[in-house]
């Protein structure tokens, strides 16, 4: 059975495009995965997805007015295939008009819900790729994901953040989707070294206990390097010390959140 993750924090730069990118290829080396960029940044689009590939693709934003207008041939799900295992829904500027576009559709929460179930049945994990806000477009993600997982940086500003995040995911449980859990907290950007990053994980800690993950991701140059040339760390350094923390992290990930 297809399990939906929606990778969110709504504060911005805490590397979730990155993770969502790498926790899923590192998941397509024994699992068939589908990422959706739901950003209409469109980052891990074109992270992903070759410039001659994407023309001609439907994004997300063209089935959602698809499904809007009932047009169920424009519903025939065409992901673009990265590699063997590793597909993308891709996302595009369009995107940011569909906040006002579904605001008064009925039962607009479970657009994106309704989308991925022409697909899922194909995927073994689908991957959501969430906006840097709590707008309608993460509340669609929320309302249809079996687990929200949140990276974040360690720093005071994110850390004060998770509060309003974890009370909307409440709402949405008890409102809409009473399968939603949060998966896990993890932390991006961490140096050890730094008095201020020990400080915030314990912190983390004591709030989110066995929930936080114990692989943290560290600032690495190839991280950077890698969406210029269309890549994940895997493809683009795999011997890098990134490559073996997204391996770990999604192997705990497994362990303690996918499999439970």
């Given at each position: 059975?297809?399990?939906?993750?929606?990778?969110?924090?709504?504060?911005?730069?805490?590397?979730?495009?990155?993770?969502?990118?790498?926790?899923?290829?590192?998941?397509?080396?024994?699992?068939?995965?589908?990422?959706?960029?739901?950003?209409?940044?469109?980052?891990?689009?074109?992270?992903?997805?070759?410039?001659?590939?994407?023309?001609?693709?439907?994004?997300?934003?063209?089935?959602?007015?698809?499904?809007?207008?009932?047009?169920?041939?424009?519903?025939?799900?065409?992901?673009?295939?990265?590699?063997?295992?590793?597909?993308?829904?891709?996302?595009?500027?369009?995107?940011?008009?569909?906040?006002v576009e579904i605001s008064s559709e009925t039962g607009r929460e479970q657009i994106i819900g309704e989308i991925l179930s022409e697909v899922k049945n194909e995927f073994d994990y689908i991957l959501i790729d969430c906006p840097p806000s709590l707008g309608i477009l993460t509340i669609n993600a929320l309302s249809t994901a079996d687990k929200i997982i949140i990276p974040m940086t360690a720093e005071y500003l994110p850390m004060r953040g998770l509060a309003k995040l974890t009370e909307v995911v409440k709402k949405i449980k008890s409102r809409i989707n009473g399968k939603l859990e949060i998966g896990c907290v993890f932390l991006t950007k961490y140096d050890q070294r730094k008095i201020l990053n020990r400080e915030i994980l314990n912190k983390i800690q004591e709030y989110f206990k066995s929930k936080l993950m114990e692989t943290t991701i560290s600032t690495c140059i190839a991280l950077a390097e890698a969406p210029s040339q269309k890549m994940d760390i895997f493809r683009y350094s795999s011997i890098s010390k990134s490559a073996k923390e997204y391996d770990l992290l999604t192997k705990e990930i497994l362990e303690k959140v996918l499999n439970q």
């Open positions: 059975m297809c399990k939906i993750i929606a990778v969110s924090n709504h504060k911005g730069g805490v590397g979730k495009t990155t993770s969502t990118i790498n926790i899923g290829a590192s998941l397509a080396k024994k699992h068939k995965v589908l990422l959706l960029d739901l950003d209409p940044q469109a980052n891990l689009t074109q992270s992903l997805v070759e410039d001659k590939m994407a023309e001609g693709i439907p994004t997300i934003y063209d089935y959602i007015k698809a499904f809007r207008n009932g047009d169920n041939e424009k519903l025939n799900i065409q992901p673009v295939r990265i590699k063997p295992n590793l597909s993308v829904i891709p996302s595009t500027l369009d995107l940011t008009a569909a906040e």
